[in-house]
């Protein structure tokens, strides 16, 4: 008897799950698999395809989550990917899920796989306890002549009978009766298979298939309106399944009364700022902070109190290993892990917004405004992900159309405020604004997300023009999570941020105290002894940031340590203070006597300005090669550091100028100052079209 090999990889049968973006797809994946992939109410949640074994009575199989489509003619990278999958696979069986409340649009997707000659099966998702439409499955599935089963992806009703179905032997589904009299009108000899099939993409244009069949269609007129004949003949035949099958409440998909108010033109922005004010206070102050400072006070007291007892006892107090054990491990990572309430809050709101449907009402809020700017609705959620972490948003911006409109959207994601810089606001904005902290919070958000609107204009009118976009949008109803739902996104992110916190912040925790704490003679030196390796560093590179007010060498050696992760910056400034033996951070931020300190509110918001926007962590650099390429992503970092420089030093001028002066001189001083510009501008326009009317007659 062979015995098997334990590196061989086991290969089961595929099976491939396909269906529009907000379907229940991911959900239903989760389901099979036992996974607790991220679900979001929002196209382009999956930007690619993700495997997973999942057990079917006796049979093993593995099913491939595929991103959500509208058809097989792709408009985006992430439909491509999905396409492409589906192309390669054609004799895989294939779980195609439609929404039941929107199951008109949804088959017109399952029309294009009849099309293709795929073996289907129609699951219909029934997510809401009272469907806008009722449905005879039995009649659809006769009109289809493919397998139809109703389930209910969240609680799981109905998944064996469809486990049952999978089971059954590979079919080929017959092609709707239309095909081969749409097939007939294409004037050219396909050498082809499935020549039906790609007769229909040649009538509806698609360009990748043009290109594949070395076709150019701009010279036959039959082509000229085959797009639309093509979208009638489906809808038509859709329309006879729903006179047969279909019976609707009257309500439309998505409609909601509160719309009128949250999509309101006047108050989509002042409501979407008073939201995020809501999250930032919960977050940071009201239950963030009591969550935090109970854990800090458990840490404190048990492993903190636990460890240090030791190591004093086995090495001594005046060892370099206790130095270690108290400052880069409990000092640096304990101050750190104290956030964990807060991380888990802030995307615990996050998510809540994304699964309730707000930030798809959002994105088309948005779409005009970042439209002029050479980005796409899209782009919102890219940018809204920002907020959590920066790696994983640069990847939702596959989702572009447009190459250029993709690599704007990669580029400006880093200046969004992501989860690991906010305990540096907390921290450092704690010590000096109080309870007005949070509006210094609210502030941070939001210049970073006006500099990258900025900049993206700026990028449209020079060196990268976008196309016109597609945006293909859709209310889905206002949506609860759930419980369960909701446990999985806290516990998600509670163990990604302790595996981050285990892993890197631990490493790059110790390596920065070593480097503080021993010379270049590697003999051990306290810290702010003047010899250690970092602080020559530090030395070295601070007179750098004198103009921006905070030339210490502690403040320097701890933004060259943050380049790894945002979260060193604040684990640093806590080893930093404990060597100076200055237990309390905030107090100690206002010490001048400390290696880190901040002299006055105006260096306190220079520094949080600067740390929100002077370059990506090492993580998302790596991403952004991959995505854009090296050359682009050399290009972003040296301009998002130059720009943080130069907005940093007006905002630290500016800062300066309100204590010296006063709010209401500076104030009235920048208005003038705005009017003059304003005035000038007027000017040169006016001088620009007099010169032009000369010698022309066509006004008087």
């Not at 006597?593 to 520094?607: E, K, N, R, T």
């Not at 420089?645 to 309100?658: E, I, P, S």
């Amino acid at each position: 008897m062979k015995k098997r090999n334990f590196c061989e990889k086991e290969h089961f049968e595929e099976i491939l799950l396909v269906g529009n973006p907000n379907t229940g797809k991911t959900t239903l994946f989760n389901l099979l698999t036992k996974s607790n992939e991220h679900v979001g109410n929002w196209h382009g949640v999956t930007v690619e395809q993700k495997g997973k074994n999942f057990s079917c009575f006796d049979k093993t199989f593995r099913l491939v989550d595929l991103p959500g489509i509208y058809s097989l003619s792709a408009l985006s990278y992430e439909e491509q990917v999905a396409i492409d999958y589906i192309k390669t696979h054609s004799k895989t069986k294939i779980i195609n899920i439609c929404d039941q409340n929107n199951i008109e649009r949804n088959l017109s997707l399952t029309l294009g796989l009849l099309e293709y000659g795929l073996d289907i099966v129609l699951v219909v998702n029934c997510m809401d306890k009272r469907p806008l439409c009722k449905i005879d499955f039995k009649k659809l599935s006769d009109l289809l002549n493919i397998p139809v089963v109703s389930i209910n992806a969240k609680n799981g009703d109905n998944i064996n009978k469809l486990k049952k179905i999978l089971l059954q032997p590979f079919k080929i589904a017959s092609q709707p009766s239309y095909v081969s009299s749409l097939a007939k009108m294409v004037p050219f000899d396909l050498k082809v298979n499935n020549k039906e099939f790609y007769s229909i993409k040649l009538l509806e244009k698609d360009e990748k298939v043009c290109d594949e069949l070395k076709l150019d269609l701009t010279k036959d007129k039959l082509f000229d309106s085959s797009i639309q004949l093509v979208a009638n003949v489906r809808y038509d035949f859709i329309e006879n399944i729903k006179s047969q099958c279909f019976k609707h409440s009257g309500k439309v998909y998505g409609e909601s009364k509160i719309d009128k108010i949250l999509l309101n033109r006047f108050l989509a922005f002042p409501l979407f700022l008073l939201i995020l004010c809501g999250v930032f206070y919960l977050t940071f102050f009201s239950l963030g902070k009591w969550l935090s400072e109970a854990l800090t006070a458990l840490l404190d007291s048990s492993i903190g109190k636990v460890v240090a007892d030791l190591s004093a006892s086995i090495f001594g107090k005046s060892s370099w290993i206790y130095g270690l054990m108290t400052e880069a491990l409990i000092g640096g990572v304990g101050t750190v892990l104290s956030f964990l309430p807060q991380v888990a809050l802030l995307f615990l709101f996050l998510s809540f917004l994304e699964d309730s449907g707000y930030l798809s009402r959002v994105a088309f809020a948005c779409e005009d405004i970042f439209g002029k700017l050479g980005l796409s609705g899209k782009s919102v959620y890219s940018l809204l992900m920002g907020f959590g972490c920066s790696t994983s948003a640069i990847l939702t911006a596959r989702n572009m159309d447009d190459k250029k409109a993709k690599i704007k959207t990669a580029m400006l994601t880093p200046y969004m405020s992501c989860s690991a810089k906010f305990p540096i606001y907390v921290v450092i904005g704690g010590a000096f604004f109080g309870a007005n902290n949070v509006f210094v919070i609210l502030g941070l958000y939001i210049l970073g997300l006006i500099i990258a609107l900025l900049l993206s204009l700026i990028y449209e009118k020079t060196i990268l023009k976008s196309k016109e976009q597609s945006f293909i949008l859709e209310f889905p109803p206002y949506r609860f999570g759930g419980v369960k739902r909701i446990a999985n996104v806290l516990w998600d992110n509670i163990k990604t941020f302790l595996i981050r916190v285990g892993s890197l912040l631990i490493a790059m925790n110790v390596i920065v105290w070593l480097l503080a704490n021993f010379s270049f003679s590697f003999s051990y030196v306290p810290c702010n002894s003047g010899t250690s390796m970092l602080e020559s560093l530090g030395k070295f590179l601070a007179p750098i940031f004198i103009p921006l007010g905070f030339g210490s060498w502690g403040v320097a050696s701890a933004l060259i340590a943050g380049i790894v992760a945002k979260e060193v910056i604040i684990s640093s400034i806590a080893m930093f203070n404990l060597a100076s033996n200055m237990s309390d951070i905030s107090a100690s931020l206002v010490n001048p006597a400390s290696v880190v300190f901040f002299a006055s509110p105006s260096v306190a918001l220079s520094f949080l300005v600067f740390c929100l926007l002077y370059c990506p962590c090492l993580s998302s650099m790596a991403v952004l090669k991959q995505e854009i390429g090296r050359k682009w992503t050399f290009f972003a970092v040296i301009v998002q550091f130059c720009l943080a420089y130069l907005t940093t030093l007006f905002v630290y001028n500016l800062a300066l100028a309100f204590e010296k002066f006063g709010f209401a001189k500076v104030l009235l001083f920048l208005l003038l100052l705005i009017l003059i510009v304003i005035c000038i501008l007027k000017v040169v326009s006016l001088f620009k079209k007099s010169r032009s009317c000369r010698g022309c007659n066509k006004c008087k």
